[in-house]
């Protein structure tokens, strides 16, 4: 910049340096140091510094001067700081005024009150566009921020699954198999725990998948989630069921407390999944430690007789040590619980009325079998065979409260034990 200092230097009294000031503040916007461009304009660089950062004159403070483009400068009393003007993102003149003060070691709260912003803000602009440099330390330049900011800004933006083609694959092939996101997090960790750029929160996964206009992820792969929905929709509180009277209960309070803390196998939760009309149902087993998961078949209905005796033959599956209790709602399908702990020396305790939390591990397991068994459709059209392959499916799914084993795993350590 091509400026003139004056000819006389002479102390000017309270004429003020309007000329001086206008160029100063035009080379600290063209990135200028402090100290540079008070030399180019010939002045102390005291004085710019009092013009930039105001000063105390005795008890009484003077405010910064603040630069009015076309109309050489004015005093903040005069002018609002137009640090950020209407818009919520610094700007080019606040990212100079940063790196200035840091240069002039001002504190980040400092720079803050100066800029009329919070402290984290600050500290986030510089954290996000500072370089580090070889030998250690780094630097802050306002124009290169600048230009960041700017890249980053435009929107929509392509997200981290559609920068990897590999990644995106990898979620689709593992959506299609029925994981969800969480497991698929968990495995990519697992299987490549070196590699960031394939490490991504099953949140992520769920954007992908919601928020359309990315193109990340297939939208049909919706159908694959637990809930099978392509939009999230708001908790809403359950309805309260009716209590059916069974004759002869036992209540949960009064199974033994190894099944409370899970620590002992072979205590289980069941109910049942209703099919259309309520005319079908098929029954499910989920064991308490293991999240070991069984499906009986109900071919001929599900009234008391019929699911005791399915349930009696199902249980012959498994060794009779794994076979300690049975947890049930208070449903009248499990009227005849008396003959069937006869039959099996199995004892059959029931929740309170409406406290499905009781049998947490059973309820989301229904949620799950639900992809599989939809609600509205004939259950009966399932053979034998196809629920114990929709069971081994399950079975073989990596779960976050067993540490990422499957339940499959874990009872094939009891048996191996127990052998």
């Not at 803000?121 to 780094?138: D, F, H, Q």
């Not at 193109?215 to 939009?231: D, M, Q, V």
């Not at 259309?276 to 064991?287: C, Y």
């Amino acid at each position: 910049m091509d400026f003139e200092i004056r000819k006389d230097r002479n102390r000017q009294g309270r004429k003020p340096l309007t000329r001086e000031r206008a160029a100063y503040f035009q080379l600290m916007e063209q990135g200028y140091s402090t100290r540079e461009a008070a030399r180019i304009v010939g002045i102390d660089r005291r004085t710019g510094k009092k013009w930039r950062n105001g000063h105390k004159r005795g008890r009484k403070a003077v405010p910064p001067i603040y630069p009015q483009h076309g109309h050489g400068s004015v005093a903040a009393g005069d002018l609002e700081a137009p640090s950020c003007g209407p818009s919520r993102f610094l700007q080019e003149r606040d990212r100079i005024h940063i790196a200035d003060r840091l240069r002039e070691r001002a504190s980040i709260r400092q720079i803050a009150a100066e800029l009329g912003r919070s402290p984290s803000t600050i500290s986030r602009e510089i954290r996000r566009n500072r370089r580090t440099m070889p030998k250690g330390g780094w630097y802050y330049r306002p124009h290169t921020a600048q230009a960041r900011a700017d890249a980053r800004r435009p929107r929509p933006k392509t997200g981290k699954i559609g920068h990897n083609p590999e990644l995106r694959d990898f979620i689709q092939d593992h959506l299609t198999m029925r994981w969800s996101p969480e497991q698929i997090c968990q495995a990519l960790r697992a299987r490549f725990p070196d590699r960031p750029e394939m490490h991504v929160t099953h949140e992520t996964i769920y954007q992908a998948l919601y928020v359309q206009g990315r193109g990340e992820l297939r939208r049909e792969l919706t159908k694959s989630l637990r809930t099978g929905r392509a939009r999230r929709r708001p908790r809403r509180q359950a309805h309260k069921r009716t209590s059916r009277p069974i004759k002869d209960m036992v209540l949960i309070s009064e199974r033994p407390a190894e099944a409370a803390d899970r620590a002992v196998p072979g205590h289980w939760e069941g109910d049942l999944i209703i099919g259309k009309d309520g005319r079908s149902a098929i029954g499910t087993l989920v064991e308490r430690a293991t999240r070991y998961v069984m499906l009986v078949h109900l071919p001929i209905g599900h009234s008391a007789v019929a699911t005791r005796n399915a349930l009696a033959a199902t249980v012959q599956a498994l060794p009779p040590h794994l076979w300690r209790s049975l947890t049930w709602d208070q449903g009248s399908e499990m009227a005849a619980h008396k003959a069937f702990t006869v039959a099996t020396n199995i004892p059959v305790y029931f929740c309170d009325p409406a406290s499905p939390w009781q049998r947490g591990s059973n309820e989301n397991t229904n949620g799950l079998l639900r992809q599989y068994f939809p609600k509205g459709t004939d259950l009966s059209a399932h053979t034998p065979d196809h629920l114990e392959l929709v069971a081994a499916e399950l079975n073989s799914r990596p779960r976050k409260t067993l540490g990422w084993e499957t339940p499959a795993e874990r009872l094939a350590k009891l048996l191996d034990l127990a052998s």
